[in-house]
T-cell receptor, first 111, second 113 residues
Framework: EDKVVQSPLSLVVHEGDTVTLNCSYE??????LLWYKQEKKAPTFLFML????IEKKSGRLSSILDKKELFSILNITATQTGDSAIYLC???????????FGKGTRLSVIA | DGGITQSPKYLFRKEGQNVTLSCEQN?????MYWYRQDPGQGLRLIYY???????QKGDIAEGYSVSREKKESFPLTVTSAQKNPTAFYLC????????????FGPGTRLTVL
């Protein structure tokens, strides 16, 4: 059973739309949740979340963590074609265990 | 400049041949990781190493092998036992105890003909 579940797996929107990507996770020994953007190369870091209810923001992107309901959302407002990418969610657990990645959400923004 | 290098960027091999992918880092990181990514998919962990001369299997280790003889280097061999090796391979490293601070290499795209 997957420990980190992202939804939807793919999404097509028009430029200017707002999108919400979801990531749910298992709780045991949770330490952090990370969001990455990947465009045909190595993932680039977006956010790391450790505390519940505190929104992190970078331009049109924002993210928040709910440790009670065990999920995070990544919002992108006023989408642009350059936002087209795979968005990866990963969870870090206590100890030296590696990050656990979800399957990713493939976002396509069309003009 | 500190970072992670992977070579080559693109690799073509015939079916049945073993192939070794290079990963080098000069960040003085203790831990290194290999991931596989199939088209449109997330990252799946193949092997990881937290210290020199030690490594652990990830979720999809079958058909792969690694070595960690030096702190800076973590090569991955894709053997002929790997049924479907065509994929994008990413190497990453992290400081000791900070598995959530991943630095990724640029990746190697392996195509088996």
């Amino acid at each position: 059973e997957d420990k980190v579940v992202q939804s939807p797996l793919s999404l097509v929107v028009h430029e200017g739309d707002t999108v919400t990507l979801n990531c749910s996770y298992e709780v045991t020994n949770f330490r952090s949740l990370l969001w990455y953007k990947q465009e045909k190369k190595a993932p680039t870091f977006l956010f790391m979340l450790t505390s519940s209810g505190i929104e992190k923001k970078s331009g049109r992107l924002s993210s928040i963590l709910d440790k009670k309901e065990l999920f995070s959302i990544l919002n992108i407002t006023a989408t642009q074609t350059g936002d087209s990418a795979i968005y990866l969610c990963a969870v870090g657990y206590a100890g030296n265990t590696p990050l656990v990645f979800g399957k990713g959400t493939r976002l396509s923004v069309i003009a | 400049d500190g970072g992670i290098t992977q070579s080559p960027k693109y690799l073509f091999r015939k079916e049945g041949q073993n192939v070794t992918l290079s990963c080098e880092q000069n960040l003085n990181h203790d831990a290194m990781y290999w991931y596989r990514q199939d088209p449109g998919q997330g990252l799946r962990l193949i092997y990881y190493s937290q210290i020199v001369n030690d490594f652990q299997k990830g979720d999809i280790a079958e058909g792969y092998s690694v070595s960690r003889e030096k702190k800076e280097s973590f090569p991955l061999t894709v053997t002929s036992a790997q049924k479907n090796p065509t994929a994008f391979y990413l190497c990453a490293s992290t400081p000791q105890g900070r598995t959530d601070t991943q630095y990724f290499g640029p990746g190697t795209r392996l195509t088996v003909l």
